[in-house]
């Protein structure tokens, strides 16, 4: 076999597991998103707190772990106190890495799933609004948009 049959093959194989990665990367940043733009427009319609809990998905995100891609590989951008801005409430994420912030995401619709199925009559006003901040947060910083209030103002 060639030395240039053998790099290629090399080339190749990475090539592939990175376009994996990627895709892998694409699916959970697309179903965070849909969470995101499902609890905005479920708080706006003020829709039954089971009915968004319900709605919330996972699916995508537990395939991926069946599927054993590593979320260490998907991204290591660290969140950056110029990231956060004046949100004081996410400075305990300073020094984060995308894939811990993805798994305290995924972790926080579960634990809020488990919890409203436990006991479907309390009141988990105060939990979705802080998933929603805590999603808005993470698409931001996966998406690369430093937050700042005056962004959110002009929107």
Not at 1 to 17: G, P, V
Not at 71 to 98: H, M, Q
Request: with cysteine; net charge positive.
């Amino acid at each position: 076999m060639s030395i240039w049959k053998e790099l290629y093959d090399i080339f190749d194989k990475e090539r592939s597991r990175w376009q994996q990665s990627s895709a892998s990367q694409q699916a959970i940043a697309f179903e965070l998103k849909a969470n995101l733009g499902f609890l905005a427009d479920a708080l706006s319609s003020n829709l039954p707190q089971t009915a968004i809990i319900q709605g919330l998905e996972c699916t995508l995100f537990e395939a991926k772990l069946k599927e054993g891609v590593a979320l260490s590989r998907l991204n290591r951008r660290k969140v950056t106190p110029a990231f956060i801005g004046e949100f004081a409430e996410f400075a305990k994420y300073i020094g984060k890495e995308n894939d811990d912030l993805i798994e305290n995401a995924y972790s926080k619709i579960k634990s809020l799933q488990k919890l409203a199925t436990a006991q479907p009559d309390k009141d988990y006003d105060r939990k979705i609004k802080s998933l929603f901040r805590f999603l808005v947060f993470l698409v931001a910083h996966l998406e690369e948009r430093p937050l700042s209030r005056q962004a959110a103002r002009r929107t």
